[in-house]
């Protein structure tokens, strides 16, 4: 395999720093859930949140946390939610992290949620990135997948104000959640982060059946194969970075293999979107102790099959250990939603297989 080092592709996701904690088959950060709510109100939240929903976290269990992640050797920490700059202790958690020695790697936000207030405070905190999750700007679309659609000009406006309040836009990262519906403006919303807010990065997250799509009867916003290459080439010629296509879902291999998830209710996972699979709860033992008796899953320390295992690209990709495991029933399969899987059907997967 060709030596890569200069290319987007392996500076966002196999940073120096993240290759050597894959190395040494150590977890490169905890992903931290500090709370389960959110308003965001879109239809198909992996994560179930409504304003009510989940639990917040105790502030001494995320001190905890950051300890034990200090303990266990971690870099950083991502903080994720639901939303979590709504915890009435978020500044006060990131500044602890930093303290400690711990990169704050970004913290992922419902744009409503950006006040002045706590846009100027994010100005002032040690904080790598700001992830900004707007699935479309397109309002007839918009409206397809949130419950709520005044929220989209919410979230448009807390958007600017983040900016106003002086967050340098380069260190801010667009999130798009990819469906059948966000799919068909979706070279419209890739516009508005890069060219309208200057964001550094568009992140996609592929629609998953899990949370509130799981029950839903959602089927009908999975994405074709097509419209996710369509997506993936778009953002590639739109940040002229074509080594991203070697990418297939929405993360890389060395992030994926690189982090432990705690969700708001203290249980651990591999994955955010790996609902389900669950190892272990904080509150019921220390996060190192689960750590050590379930390594191999949380990093997948094991072999992926099929043509995932074979493809050229698997220095940087693994595929999408959850597409695999909620469809196909076998995390250790290839991706059945990876558009360059050329076993993958074309069109929404839920009502190809059978």
Not at 85 to 111: E, K, Q, S
Not at 135 to 142: E, R
Not at 188 to 210: G, L, N, R, W
Request: hydrophobic share 35%; with cysteine; glycine share 8%.
């Amino acid at each position: 395999m060709e030596n890569r080092q200069d290319s987007q592709v392996v500076g966002l996701w196999a940073t120096p720093t993240m290759v050597a904690y894959e190395a040494k088959y150590a977890p490169h950060h905890l992903t931290i859930e500090t709370t389960g709510r959110c308003v965001g109100a879109c239809v198909y939240c992996y994560s179930s949140s409504t304003p009510d929903s989940g639990q917040v976290m105790p502030a001494e269990k995320v001190f905890e946390l950051i300890d034990e992640g200090v303990e266990l050797g971690v870099n950083g920490i991502v903080w994720h939610g639901g939303d979590p700059i709504t915890h009435p202790r978020w500044d006060d958690f990131m500044g602890y992290a930093a303290d400690r020695g711990l990169v704050n790697v970004c913290i992922l936000v419902n744009p409503m949620s950006f006040t002045r207030a706590r846009s100027r405070r994010l100005t002032e905190l040690p904080l790598e990135s700001v992830v900004v999750h707007i699935d479309a700007i397109d309002q007839a679309i918009y409206d397809q997948v949130h419950t709520a659609p005044q929220t989209l000009q919410q979230k448009l406006k807390g958007h600017r104000t983040l900016l106003e309040a002086g967050f340098p836009p380069e260190k801010t990262i667009g999130c798009i959640t990819l469906t059948h519906q966000t799919a068909s403006c979706v070279e419209q919303t890739i516009d508005y982060f890069v060219d309208e807010m200057k964001a550094s990065f568009v992140e996609f997250v592929t629609f998953k059946t899990v949370g509130f799509a799981a029950n839903r009867g959602l089927d009908h916003l999975e994405p074709t194969l097509e419209e996710v290459r369509r997506a993936l080439e778009y953002r590639a010629q739109k940040l002229n970075a074509p080594d991203l296509l070697r990418i297939g879902c929405s993360d890389g291999r060395h992030l994926c293999r690189g982090y432990i998830l705690i969700k708001d209710d203290g249980a651990v996972t591999p994955c955010c979107l790996l609902q389900d699979l669950v190892v272990g709860n904080v509150y019921e033992e220390r996060l190192s102790e689960i750590f050590r008796k379930h390594r191999q899953l949380l990093l997948y320390d094991f072999e992926i099959q099929g043509p995932c295992g074979e493809c050229e690209n698997n220095d940087v990709c693994i595929g999408c250990r959850a597409n695999a495991h909620y469809y196909l029933g076998d995390i250790q399969a290839s991706d059945p939603k990876c558009w360059l899987n050329p076993t993958s059907r074309q069109g929404p997967y839920l009502e190809s297989k059978g």
